[in-house]
């Protein structure tokens, strides 16, 4: 593969994190315009254990990702009392002061003469675990997928358990959910935790990714888009998100044609789309169809292969 | 104490346009039950009309700060249309990222017509600061403040002493029942979009011609301070959006004076936090309900 497919590829990967993040929290039906924070805190978090601590990238991640997941919990809990709008803003203020927190944020060591280290508003350069052990783009690329297919079983596993039904319970009707006994607000703060823990592998992930962080990525574009990619995508399944970053930086980030016209482009694409899908491509209406058309093939082929042959005569 | 208050009467300067971004967006609000985040970047679209007047026809200030409002409701009518209108019932988180597509959509188209980074757009009034003992007060400023209470004054007087304001408050408490007593939801709700975004495109000439420059990120910028304003003075309450901006404008004033710009940044996001999680309602909003009723 060459580097550029690669590239586009592994940003795909990373940003699914996010997307998907964003969209665990709209299964309980609470829109966040915040999960760029958990992403910021992951990747400055396992960046700082790689690049200052000298830790593993392994035990980066883990780290990055406990962090961040420690952090949405404990902002899950004042803000999830909040409901709609007032929760969407909420998340909002905590990103943005958490944006700029980073920017003033300074913690530089010595390392062979040369200081690294998050530096404000200049940013968190030399995150050089890959290249310090050898880590080609392909490598690289193959650890990020293989992160994302487990994040995407565990998901899918979610949604398929108890847990996952409570949560689209909760976002359906808040107040029939309590009124059958479930905890609501604990649920939530849950899901918001695991959410940030998502964000925060992602994070962790692009630091390395990219080398370099700064907090101007962080800020409220990202939030938006990523909740955009599971609207676009759809809510129904988790791969809704992941086809939303698909669309939007598989394809019209890299048709270099587009280049000035692709936000008019796909701006309007997108308003268009949500006016025919309000919930997106793969909703919960057409996750439901694939899904029964996969069984009734199965099933068909179950039969026809039990049934012996030539015995109609 | 000097710094104090001369920081506070910068600060209600400055606070005044943000009392007039929100207003607008706690109209759309109200009647819509939506955030429209296309609504910064509509009054964005407003200034660029702005600027092109300006700089290839040398248009004065009167004729600019039509061309702001119009470009402003232009781009409103166009989001409404296409974000608002043809979304059904229930689907308020579709509308709201449909209305940020559009954002991007606008901001890019900006960066089309105008490729640089900033262009300078007409000063307001040039002349030295007016001097009250040891107090200074841009005249431009002043100007911006006075301009800015008799709109809000003026939105005040349509929404309680006119018919359209009757209906659009009825809309504002149940648009189903506004329907069934004949008012045409519909057109008062384009109407609504039309009238807030040339408020916001008021708001942002007085801004633009305060900063005297233009750039494609004075979308994001309208959006944010808007809506901060908006949630700090009370959602759905016209004296909370002026009093919510006065408050920011305050606020951002003194901590920018004592701390510097991120500071400044930083505590206006602290203050919207705390609002939101100790106080929801704002100053001198009502109550949230307990749940927003229609959830996409």
Redesign the interface.
């Known amino acids: 593969m060459d580097d550029y497919l690669i590239g586009v590829l592994s940003n795909i990967g990373v940003i699914s994190f996010v997307a998907l993040s964003a969209y665990l929290l709209l299964l309980t039906g609470e829109i966040s315009f915040g999960q760029q924070a958990f992403f910021a805190i992951g990747a400055y978090a396992a960046g700082i254990a790689t690049a200052l601590w000298g830790w593993s990238l392994a035990a980066a991640l883990v780290w990055g990702a406990a962090v961040s997941g420690g952090a949405a919990l404990l902002v899950g809990v004042p803000t999830l009392r909040l409901h709609g709008l007032y929760f969407a803003i909420a998340t909002l203020a905590f990103a943005e002061m958490v944006r700029i927190l980073f920017e003033l944020f300074r913690y530089q060591i010595s390392i062979d003469g040369e200081l690294i280290g998050p530096n404000g508003t200049d940013g968190f350069r030399n995150i050089r675990y890959i290249f310090d052990h050898n880590i080609d783009a392909f490598q690289f690329l193959l650890l990020i997928y293989s992160l994302l297919a487990a994040a995407m079983l565990g998901l899918l596993l979610l949604e398929r358990s108890r847990l996952g039904v409570i949560f689209r319970m909760i976002g359906q009707d808040e107040t029939l959910a309590e009124l059958q006994g479930i905890p609501v607000a604990r649920r939530k703060v849950l899901a918001a935790g695991i959410a940030g823990t998502l964000a925060g592998i992602g994070g962790g992930l692009y630091a390395h990714l990219t080398t370099y962080v700064e907090p101007r990525i962080f800020d409220i574009m990202l939030g938006v888009h990523s909740l955009a990619y599971g609207l676009i995508g759809g809510l129904g399944t988790a791969f809704g998100p992941l086809l939303g970053v698909l669309i939007d930086i598989g394809l019209l980030e890299s048709i270099r044609a587009l280049a000035g016209y692709r936000m008019i482009i796909f701006g309007g694409l997108v308003a268009l789309l949500l006016i025919v899908r309000p919930r997106g491509l793969l909703d919960e209406m057409v996750v439901h169809k694939i899904g029964r058309g996969w069984r009734r093939v199965s099933l068909w082929a179950r039969r026809s292969s039990l049934k012996p042959r030539g015995n109609s005569a | 104490m000097i710094d104090l208050v001369q920081n506070t009467i910068d600060g209600v300067m400055i606070g005044s346009s943000y009392g007039l971004l929100a207003l607008g967006f706690t109209l759309i609000?109200g009647v819509m039950r939506r955030?429209d985040?296309a609504y910064g970047p509509s009054i964005m679209i407003g200034g660029y009309f702005g600027t092109v007047l300006y700089l290839y026809y040398g248009a004065g200030p009167l004729a600019v700060a039509s061309a702001v409002v119009l470009g402003a409701v232009i781009a409103g009518i166009y989001v409404e249309r296409?974000?608002f209108a043809?979304?059904?019932a229930g689907?308020?988180?579709?509308?709201?990222?449909?209305s940020?597509?559009?954002?991007?959509?606008?901001?890019?188209?900006a960066i089309?017509v105008l490729p640089r980074h900033t262009y300078p757009f007409p000063p307001l009034a040039t002349v030295a600061p007016l001097e009250f003992g040891p107090f200074l007060v841009r005249v431009d400023h002043l100007i911006m403040l006075v301009c800015a209470l008799a709109l809000a004054a003026a939105v005040h007087l349509a929404l309680y002493h006119t018919r359209f304001g009757l209906a659009l408050r009825a809309i504002i408490g149940s648009p189903v029942a506004a329907h069934l007593v004949g008012i045409n939801v519909r057109t008062a709700v384009l109407l609504t979009f039309a009238g807030a975004s040339a408020v916001g495109g008021a708001a942002g000439f007085l801004v633009l011609a305060v900063d005297q420059q233009v750039t494609p990120m004075f979308g994001?910028w309208a959006t944010?301070k808007g809506?901060?304003a908006m949630?700090i003075g009370g959602?759905g309450s016209v004296p909370g959006a002026v009093v919510g901006g006065l408050l920011l404008g305050i606020v951002e004033a003194n901590s920018q004076w004592y701390f510097g710009p991120?500071?400044r940044?930083?505590v206006a996001?602290?203050v919207?936090?705390a609002f939101?999680?100790v106080r929801?309602r704002g100053l001198l909003g009502r109550a949230?309900e307990?749940?927003?009723p229609p959830?996409?």
């Open positions: 609000f955030l985040l296409l974000c043809p979304m059904k689907a308020a988180i579709a509308s709201m990222v449909s940020f597509a559009i954002w991007m959509q606008l901001e890019q188209a089309l994001m944010l809506l901060i949630m959602l991120q500071i940044d930083l996001y602290v919207l936090f939101l999680v929801p949230p307990p749940a927003m959830k996409a």
